[in-house]
């Protein structure tokens, strides 16, 4: 099994049991720039929309503490009760946006895989202590793709903050001059212009970041033909074995089948390849085929019809019509009703004579 550790000899796409089984183990095609992307953009939607009402909702505690410092008390259960009140201010006033956060990192996740708990990623595994493997970390093609992400953010993200800062640069330095409120929302104006060039180009690359994790999550699933014939044989079973199990199947309906040839009232054949056991009763709508055959199997029918005196009849067309259309323990079709009809008539009589002659 040596090659199927060998990254060479895995040629073969990953089956979808492959696959699923690399999910449940939490190995999935996961890009950390799409969870950034969406975090940001998320972080840019709470400061476009919230920032005023966060602000406000703060601002109202906090100025009343301060007009009314001086009658705060300060023994422990007064200032435990100040603390809870603050806290359910600030709670009030960044809950929704704090909770929009949240809902962006799991959305960031969901949109690249289903929700998968797995502890395997939680298992201490003693290869991650070894050197060799640190240095494939490293040095590896992962390492080196991460490497050049970070440079390429770097750029990008510093051409897009010299392109929206450069021209408000002299803006900016009036803003020392102005008033705090207005000061404030030329600052969040500002940011939320910053911050939407940002997503837009975070976006370019948390795409192509992503298609780079998933072809070399794939990679990682690939098979070796080795692999997908042992999946084969688990899931479908081994062919030898199914071979075996079908032999032995056949062996024990044959046993059946030739057991019920003494019941047969009479054999059609043709001497060459065909028998034909048909078993009848009176009071039977049709006769019923108990027994069949060709070849060898034809032979033995005959063999065990004989030594228990079971009529034999000759007739080509017939016994190539039934074997052709009636299975065992089935009823013979009506087309062939007159003919068989005929025939055990005939056995009958001869019955009824032999019978007649011996006393």
Sequence with gaps: MAEDNDPESQTEDPTQKRLEEALERGDVAKSQEINTWFMIAGGTLVVSTFSGSVGSGLMAPMRNLLANSWMIK?????MLVLMQQIEVAVIAAIGVPLLMLVLAAIAGNMLQHRLVWSAESLTPKFSKLSPAEGLKR?????????????????????????????????RMEAMVKLDPAAMLSSIISLTVHLLGAVVAALAIIAIGDYFFQYRSWFQRQKMSLQEIKEEFKQSEGDPHIK??????????????????????????????????????????????CVAKGVDNIAFKIREVARAHDIPIVENVPLARALYATVEIDQEIPTEHYHAVAEIIGYVMRLKSGFGAGRR
Excluded: C
Excluded at 74 to 78: I, K, L, S, V
Excluded at 140 to 165: C, E, S, W
Excluded at 252 to 277: D, E, F, G
């Design 74 to 78: 300060t023994d422990g259960r007064a």
């Design 243 to 288: 071979g075996k199990i079908r032999q032995l199947r056949q062996q024990r309906s044959r046993k059946r089948m030739m057991a019920a040839v003494p019941k047969a009232a009479v054999i059609i054949t043709n001497p060459t390849h065909y028998s034909i056991a048909l078993s009848y009763e009176r009071g039977m709508s049709a006769p019923i």
């Design 138 to 170: 490293i040095f590896g093609k992962q390492a080196a793709a991460n490497f050049l992400k970070g440079i390429g953010k770097l750029i990008v993200l510093g051409v897009v903050m010299t392109t929206i800062l450069w021209p408000e640069r002299h």
